[in-house]
C-alpha cells in the first residue's frame, strides 16, 4: 500500500504497521534486545538517529514523542491557541536538535514504561484521527493551522510512516547482531 491519502487507509496502515512492529519486537532474542545499537560501520546511515538511539527504548519514547506533538498541536490549535507543529525554540530546519533533547529525557525511562507510553499515545492518535471526518484530514486549506498540507499527513507521518522507520532500525539492528 502506498502512503494513505484517505482516513480509511490511514487507519488500516496505522493499525496494521503498529501491529508489525509489536510482532517484530516480540521475536527479538535476549541478545538483541541487550546489545546496544551501533551502526557506526555502515556508511550509508549518515542521519543523526542512526547514532541518537541505542536500543529499542530509545527508538519507542521517540514515537510516543512524536504522537505527543501531534495531539498537542491539534489539541492547542482546535481550542484557537494557534501554534506550529514542532515547538519553539525548534523548527523543521532544527528538530534533530528537538529529537536529542526528547531522547535526554527519556534516559532513565524504563522499556516497560516506554512500551506502555507508546501504547497508549498509538492508541490516542487514532481516536483523535477518528474524530476527523475523510474531507478534514485529507483536503487541504481545511484548517489554516496545518499550512499547505493536510492534516491527515501529519497523521501518517506519526504513525504507518514512523513505524516503518522503527521497523528499518530494528530490522538493522538485528543484521548488525547477527553478523558479531
Known amino acids: 500500500m502506498g502512503r494513505p491519502t484517505t482516513k480509511s487507509d490511514l487507519l488500516t496502515a496505522a493499525a496494521a504497521n503498529y501491529e508489525k512492529l509489536n510482532t517484530f519486537i516480540l521475536g527479538l532474542t535476549e541478545n538483541e534486545m541487550s546489545t546496544p545499537f551501533d551502526f557506526s560501520a555502515d556508511e550509508k546511515k549518515k542521519e543523526?538517529?542512526?547514532k541518537r538511539d541505542k536500543n529499542l527504548r530509545d527508538i519507542l519514547i521517540?514515537?510516543?514523542e512524536w504522537h505527543q506533538l501531534l495531539l498537542n498541536w491539534v489539541q492547542s490549535n482546535q481550542n484557537g491557541d494557534s501554534k506550529p507543529f514542532i515547538?519553539?525554540?525548534y523548527n523543521w530546519k532544527t528538530y534533530g536538535d528537538m529529537n536529542v533533547e526528547?531522547?535526554?529525557?527519556h534516559q532513565?525511562?524504563?522499556l516497560d514504561d516506554a512500551?506502555?507510553?507508546?501504547?497508549k499515545s498509538h492508541i490516542e492518535v487514532l481516536k483523535l484521527a477518528e474524530t476527523f471526518s475523510n474531507e478534514e484530514l485529507f483536503s487541504k486549506g481545511i484548517y489554516k493551522w496545518v499550512g499547505g498540507s493536510t492534516l491527515g499527513s501529519y497523521?501518517?507521518?506519526?504513525?504507518s510512516s514512523h513505524y516503518d522507520w522503527a521497523m528499518k532500525k530494528l530490522k538493522a539492528h538485528r543484521k548488525n547482531c547477527a553478523n558479531m
Open 48 to 50: 543523526a538517529h542512526w
Open 155 to 159: 497523521f501518517v507521518s506519526v504513525t
Open 62 to 64: 521517540h514515537l510516543y
Open 87 to 89: 515547538p519553539q525554540p
Open 115 to 119: 512500551k506502555n507510553m507508546f501504547q
Open 102 to 105: 526528547f531522547w535526554k529525557k
Open 108 to 110: 532513565n525511562t524504563s
